[in-house]
């Protein structure tokens, strides 16, 4: 019989003990919990700030980036057309009616495809024209772009259904294979460049050149690759730079569609 | 001095409720909990396992019941006890290895989960009676449960907007944890009580083991009513 002072004292000292022990887990875990929730909050907060800094940036680049191909195409394009027109129209001899024909003839020519590239022109500096293209056709772009300003050969490929990207995470993905393209042209002295653009259940894009490459160990003094390591970082994706000393350099983007 | 007075808990126990009553609320929150359970969505698929257990639960409680209260077989019910109990293990320690972010837990699961079926057995077949409450095989299950249910609580990963008590598992480590810790007290008094006043013993059963299982029921299906919640929000 539960009687003796012994097993009564034995019985409210161990339930009191039992109460006590899960009273003190509950607090702690709670308290635990609380404390790395306002860890976790600032981490968020701290990342977002990242994003909204690295989205304004990326924005700024490709404006600076637009801009500049516009004034090439402005200088080397429509530039020359215009000098063309300009020693058509200024050689005109009024007397040769034949010649004048030609020439007239000629400028109205000239005119059309001026007319036709500033129309073009001003839709590449109209910031919804670009941001309404889809992935492919932004890098499609992108690669018309490189064929008519270099002598590289650039070849572009798409595998699988397109799927819709976000149209922030566009924006940085397009600013990160920009960024190759630019180290490319800059340092890889490569004659021949592939774009692969994979939709699968991640998105994937691969950029290979036949330049010189690099060695792994060789140090870069340059921002190009800790961007494009940094831009992949803050949409959750990743990229993998494999280059040999004279055997060409491939970079794999791969990036969670959300 | 302080006393144990049987006559005084006769009284405040036959004063307020029956063992029967006792036995019948358990039953029906055990329902409650398992119908919610294949009721409500589940934001977080571990809870199936949950699930499956409570539905265990309500099969050995329904044969138990037409064993003890139709056919009179009374000693002879707790064979299916003794059958349950490594089986709940099983399912509880699966459910929070889930929630546990250790890579070597699974390892641990599965070492564990075979020494408890084999000492259950021990106890069950050779060290005890299969026709006797299996409080020893529940005192071994539960310490290990208590310890799964209280690393569980430690490992909750917060997320944006979530309180703690938003997140099923918690509803689930505490309600394990006080069913067990429950438990561990109940079968010491009960051990106690057994051989000199079994009526006691039956009395204090109801309150303590179907006290506890009440609670544990009612954070089950707390537990539930957040996954459906969190599922119907997102």
Redesign the interface.
């Known amino acids: 019989?539960?009687?003796s002072?012994e097993?009564?004292?034995l019985?409210?000292l161990?339930?009191a003990l039992?109460m006590l022990?899960?009273v003190a887990?509950?607090i702690?875990?709670?308290v635990?919990?609380?404390r790395?929730?306002r860890?976790?909050?600032e981490e968020?907060m701290a990342m977002k700030q990242t994003y909204n800094e690295e989205l304004l940036k990326t924005k700024l680049e490709i404006s600076e980036e637009t801009l500049d191909k516009v004034s090439n195409e402005i200088h080397d394009n429509i530039g020359q057309m215009l000098a063309l027109l300009k020693i058509n129209l200024f050689t005109i001899n009024v007397q040769d009616k034949v010649s004048t024909t030609k020439k007239i003839a000629k400028a109205k020519e000239v005119i059309v495809q001026v007319i036709q590239d500033v129309r073009n022109l001003s839709h590449t500096l109209s910031p919804e024209y670009l941001s309404n293209f889809t992935l492919v056709e932004w890098i499609a772009f992108e690669v018309d772009l490189v064929k008519s300003s270099s002598a590289m050969q650039v070849t572009f490929e798409q595998v699988g259904q397109q799927r819709i990207v976000d149209p922030q995470r566009k924006l940085i993905i397009i600013r990160i294979i920009q960024e190759g393209i630019s180290n490319i042209i800059k340092h890889a002295k490569a004659s021949n460049i592939k774009i692969t653009i994979i939709f699968e259940n991640e998105l994937k894009i691969e950029l290979v050149d036949d330049g010189m490459g690099f060695s792994q160990n060789q140090k870069h003094t340059g921002q190009g690759l800790s961007n494009m390591k940094l831009r992949s970082k803050i949409i959750g994706g990743e990229i993998e730079i494999q280059s040999e000393n004279m055997d060409g350099t491939s970079i794999r983007l791969t990036v969670p569609y959300e | 001095?302080?006393?144990?007075s049987?006559t005084v808990l006769n009284f405040v126990w036959t004063a307020s409720f029956t063992v029967m009553t006792a036995y019948y609320i358990y039953l029906i929150l055990l329902s409650v909990a398992c119908l919610l359970g294949f009721w409500c969505r589940k934001s977080d698929h571990t809870l199936k396992i949950i699930m499956w257990l409570l539905f265990a639960s309500v099969v050995t409680e329904a044969i138990v019941y037409v064993m003890a209260i139709i056919m009179k077989l009374k000693p002879q019910f707790f064979l299916l006890y003794h059958i349950y109990v490594p089986i709940e293990y099983l399912f509880v320690s699966l459910y929070f290895s889930k929630h546990i972010a250790w890579a070597r837990i699974n390892t641990a699961f599965y070492l564990l989960a075979g020494m408890v079926v084999l000492i259950d057995i021990y106890l069950s077949l050779i060290a005890g009676d299969v026709f006797s409450y299996p409080g020893k095989n529940l005192n071994v299950s539960g310490f290990l449960i208590i310890a799964w249910s209280?690393t569980a609580?430690?490992s909750?990963?917060?997320?944006?907007d979530r309180s703690?008590f938003s997140f099923p598992v918690?509803w689930i480590?505490?309600g394990f944890?006080?069913y067990y810790?429950?438990s561990?007290?109940h079968n010491?008094?009960y051990g106690?009580?057994i051989k000199?006043?079994s009526g006691?013993a039956a009395k204090l059963n109801a309150i303590i083991n179907k006290g506890v299982n009440d609670v544990l029921y009612i954070s089950i299906s707390i537990a539930f009513i957040c996954s459906h919640r969190l599922k119907k929000y997102t």
């Not at chain 2, 001095?1 to 144990?4: D, K």
């Not at chain 2, 909750?156 to 944006?160: G, H, L």
């Open positions: 019989m539960l009687s002072p097993e009564i004292y019985a409210a161990s339930t039992i022990v899960l887990i509950v702690v875990a709670i635990k919990y609380q790395r929730y860890l976790h909050m968020v | 001095m302080i006393e144990a049987p209280a609580l430690f909750i990963r917060p997320e944006i703690i918690f480590g505490i944890l006080i810790s429950g561990f007290f010491f008094i106690l009580l000199s006043d006691l």
